[in-house]
């Protein structure tokens, strides 16, 4: 657990330091999501209004999104950008509304909206839609609670002690996550201090993902011929019973 200086003059009179209750999630067929939760405790000085953030990231993968187009009486996507990198969960825990811990641009400089996690792919850059897509994006993402933003998240307990929650999805997809807690004094980043958690696929599940993971082709084929399969057992279970 590494620590990372804010501003001189606030830095030297604020420390923080956080541990996560569990530094995995393991995922398994009954899965429905999962509460990461950090203990932690901060020293700042008397003068001014001290606030926690909590951010949870997850790995980064290659995304897009498209506007839909009615065209011969089908929808088909035909505005489309790509962002060569976004991440597949992103939560923020407060103990109030960002908006009021700091200024909107501070907020974006220091990765606390999933806006400025996105990275859009070049060719996509100088869409006239872009900014339109990337909001639909990120929308989209929230509404699969991938991406979460709790103002209530930070419970600030005694003695300068405090506990955040994360909840995660059942959709929350494996990987390496990075643990971020940043202190702020009057509106502006003092400290901060990074860990990471790792969410792992266990059991059966754990082997169908490696096996999709390193054999696409044949876990293609697989699919198919189950496909097939079904169908076949289907048609003759209706003929078997079809009347005549």
């Not at 009179?13 to 009954?30: F, G, H, K, P, R």
């Not at 506990?163 to 999805?169: F, L």
Request: net charge positive; hydrophobic share 45%; aromatic share 6%.
């Amino acid at each position: 657990m590494g620590l990372i200086a804010g501003p001189s003059v606030q830095a030297q009179s604020t420390q923080v330091s956080a541990a996560l209750i569990d530094d995995a999630v393991l995922v398994t067929s009954s899965f429905t999501g999962a509460k990461v939760t950090i203990f932690g405790s901060v020293r700042a000085g008397s003068v001014g209004r001290t606030d926690i953030v909590v951010a949870v990231r997850g790995p980064d993968r290659p995304a897009w999104i498209a506007k839909r187009k009615r065209t011969a009486g089908l929808w088909i996507g035909k505005d489309q950008i790509n962002f060569a990198a976004a991440p597949t969960f992103f939560g923020v825990a407060s103990a109030r509304p960002l908006e009021q811990i700091a200024p909107s641009d501070t907020l974006s400089l220091y990765g606390l909206r999933p806006k400025g996690q996105l990275d859009i792919a070049k060719a996509s850059a100088d869409s006239p839609l872009a900014d339109t897509l990337i909001d639909a994006f990120v929308a989209q993402r929230q509404r699969e609670k991938l991406y979460v933003d709790d103002p209530n998240g930070v419970k600030l307990l005694k003695g300068g002690l405090f506990r955040a929650d994360i909840q995660m999805p059942d959709r929350t997809p494996p990987g390496l996550y990075t643990a971020k807690v940043m202190v702020f004094r009057n509106g502006r980043p003092a400290q901060s201090t990074l860990t990471t958690l790792v969410v792992t696929k266990v059991g059966a599940e754990r082997a169908l993902f490696e096996f999709a993971r390193d054999h696409a082709v044949l876990h293609g084929l697989a699919g198919v011929l189950l496909a097939l399969l079904a169908g076949l057992t289907a048609a003759s279970v209706v003929r078997r019973f079809a009347p005549g």
